[in-house]
């Protein structure tokens, strides 16, 4: 018995998960008439606060995809809020969407959305990293940052809020309050809005400190029912502020029934394999290339790890001109990684947070190369067709033990190789326990790390 099926119509659509979770959704705005299934398939969560989960085909963090997909998806998000809230037609929209529909490589384009519109743009961790990432870079001026479930020992947060359904709540921001102290538009950029409480919190925890008027929230997918939106309404007039809101599929949702997890099937397990390891350090390799910041963080435990960050994740703030450096650095440490490739069919994996750099170097790497991230999110594996988590992982985060982290939808034997992208290198002995699981999948395992050796700019 198939685990997902879809009942379609232009607007309505009944999707079963597990055979015992029913999901209707109404699509009420669909501005480029983009089908559903091209977007997302279904999964259940194993989260008591929230049962199902919209797996995305276009974000990088479940599903592998083409890692252009990834790139071109922030870029059409901009041109549509420049359609929406701007009354600016880009005339990217048509191009990017058959870029994203035939695969055609739109990438390496210069920013196209011109000097007099400068946001402050905040993507959602984790996410929405390199979504938030890709929406900035299509911008001529402008700013970004992301939010971070990291805590940092030596750097109180500039603003602090909550993710109520998720299981990791707390978000932090670390870029310089002066990135803030401002009366420019905020964008909010997120993968998928549900009920909308997230932005909601955010909106509030940066109008307390920084006020201003006009807020923006972008989001491939906006399931906010009426009473949501109404939400958004009522802290408008609260706060006397404008709240937009842009996606590329708008709709309501109805959800019934609590998924049969104990009655499904887990990613079986395979027995031992032999792999090769490697290691790669872009910091040798480009001493020059990548600065990084001395900013220690804390684990839950307590313990502190000083290896650097990067400085131009976007954990720190990042503005046009840095965002051209770094585009040029990983164009050439892109070209690198393509020489180490050993097959045709290569995995690049992004770790938690650390989504947007891997998924650029990903698209930089020449032809079959499809790119994905660990997450934090505990999904049930059911290996049927068209459910979004046919495969899992389970393994303690090397970089904190304290938290569980997964991986989805590796076949065996689908990948030659993979590329297991670390913003900053793992202890060996904290490493080893996913790499023993990942090596179960795929025989050749490149870790590459970008901890810069303590150098500083």
């Not at 969560?45 to 990834?70: A, C, E, Q, T, Y």
């Not at 995995?347 to 032809?367: D, H, Q, R, V």
Request: hydrophobic share 35%; net charge negative.
């Amino acid at each position: 018995m198939r685990s997902h099926t879809l009942t379609y119509s232009k607007t309505k659509h009944s999707i079963q998960i597990l055979n015992s979770l029913t999901v209707n959704i109404h699509i009420t705005e669909n501005p480029y008439e983009l089908l559903p299934e091209d977007l997302f398939v279904m999964a259940a969560r194993i989260n008591k606060k929230r049962s199902f989960l919209f797996v995305s085909k276009v974000l990088g963090k479940h599903i592998p995809i083409d890692p252009k997909i990834g790139l071109l998806t922030g870029e059409l998000l901009a041109s549509r809020y420049m359609e929406k809230v701007k009354k600016v037609e880009t005339g990217k929209a048509a191009e990017l969407l058959s870029a994203i529909k035939n695969g055609t490589d739109f990438l390496n384009s210069n920013p196209f959305i011109d000097k007099d519109h400068n946001p402050v743009i905040i993507g959602f961790a984790e996410t929405a990293t390199a979504l938030g990432h890709a929406f900035f870079q299509s911008f001529k001026r402008a700013d970004y940052f992301h939010t971070t479930r990291e805590q940092l020992a030596n750097q109180n947060s500039v603003i602090t809020f909550e993710e109520e359904h998720s299981h990791a709540t707390s978000h932090r921001c670390y870029a310089d309050a002066d990135l803030l102290y401002n009366k420019r538009e905020i964008i909010l950029v997120d993968d998928e809005m549900t009920t909308g409480k997230t932005a909601i919190n955010i909106i509030r925890s940066i109008h307390e400190r920084f006020p201003r008027k006009i807020y923006t929230v972008v989001s491939i997918l906006d399931w906010r029912s009426p009473k949501d939106q109404i939400l958004f309404d009522d802290l408008e007039k609260e706060l006397g502020v404008i709240i937009n809101n842009v996606s590329l599929l708008k709709g309501e949702i109805d959800v019934n029934g609590t998924p049969e997890v104990n009655k499904g099937q887990s990613a079986g397990e395979l027995s031992g394999q032999t792999a090769q390891i490697s290691h790669i350090d872009i910091s040798k390799e480009f001493p020059e290339l990548l600065s990084t910041t001395n900013e220690p963080s804390v684990t839950l435990n307590g313990e502190i790890r000083s290896t650097p960050y990067l400085k131009d994740s976007g954990r720190f703030g990042l503005d046009e001109k840095r965002q051209a450096g770094l585009s040029v650095s990983l164009a050439e440490v892109g070209q690198s990684l393509s020489r180490k490739r050993d097959g045709r069919n290569t995995l690049c994996l992004g770790t938690g947070e650390f989504m947007y750099i891997p998924m650029k170097l990903a698209s930089l790497m020449g032809e079959g190369v499809k790119f994905h991230s660990t997450t934090r999110s505990p999904i049930f594996v059911r290996n049927d067709k068209d459910y979004g988590a046919q495969y899992g992982i389970s393994f303690e985060n090397p970089e904190d033990p304290e938290i569980a982290q997964f991986v989805y939808n590796i076949p065996d034997g689908c990948y030659d190789e993979v590329f297991l992208f670390f913003e900053r290198e793992p202890e060996k002995d904290s490493l080893m326990p996913f790499i023993n699981q990942l090596k179960k999948y795929i025989k050749n395992v490149k870790v590459v790390y970008f901890n810069g050796g303590g150098k500083n700019e």
